[in-house]
């Protein structure tokens, strides 16, 4: 079975509509085992406050998306395990650790981090750790 490790930018889609919102869901109702890293939690809590402040959300809204978030089947991965790889990381791709802690946990579970991080990802396409990142679009198709 794959393992799909989650980034924020495809976690917030599946909550607020926005594009490839619909390609993010793909992830969710994949069958495979979706992981993340605790700090995605953070990560999406300061998304949803910047929507807010945007006026783009309410914050009645943000607490109902950090609820939902509680109740899926995602595989939380300690942080501080994942810190040195991610900061190795961090200085081979010239990345910040906070996106190579989902390029760690992707190494770690022998799985692919999805991201709608278009920077991110075109910054490893053609690089020894692109095999290891997916574009949200490429999820594959549900049948």
Known sequence: MKRYVIDASVAIKWFVPEIHSDAALRAQHSGTHLHIPAFMVLELGNVLA???????????????????????PLQRHADARLFPAAYQLALDT???????LYLALAETVDGIMVT??????AS????PYGRRVMWVEDLPALT
């Open 50 to 72: 910047k929507k807010i402040r945007r006026n783009e959300l309410t914050p009645r809204d943000g607490e109902t998306i950090l609820k939902e978030l509680k109740h899926l």
């Open 116 to 121: 709608a991080d278009h920077k991110f990802f």
């Open 124 to 127: 490893l396409t053609n690089r």
């Open 94 to 100: 010239r990345r910040s650790l906070y996106d190579c």
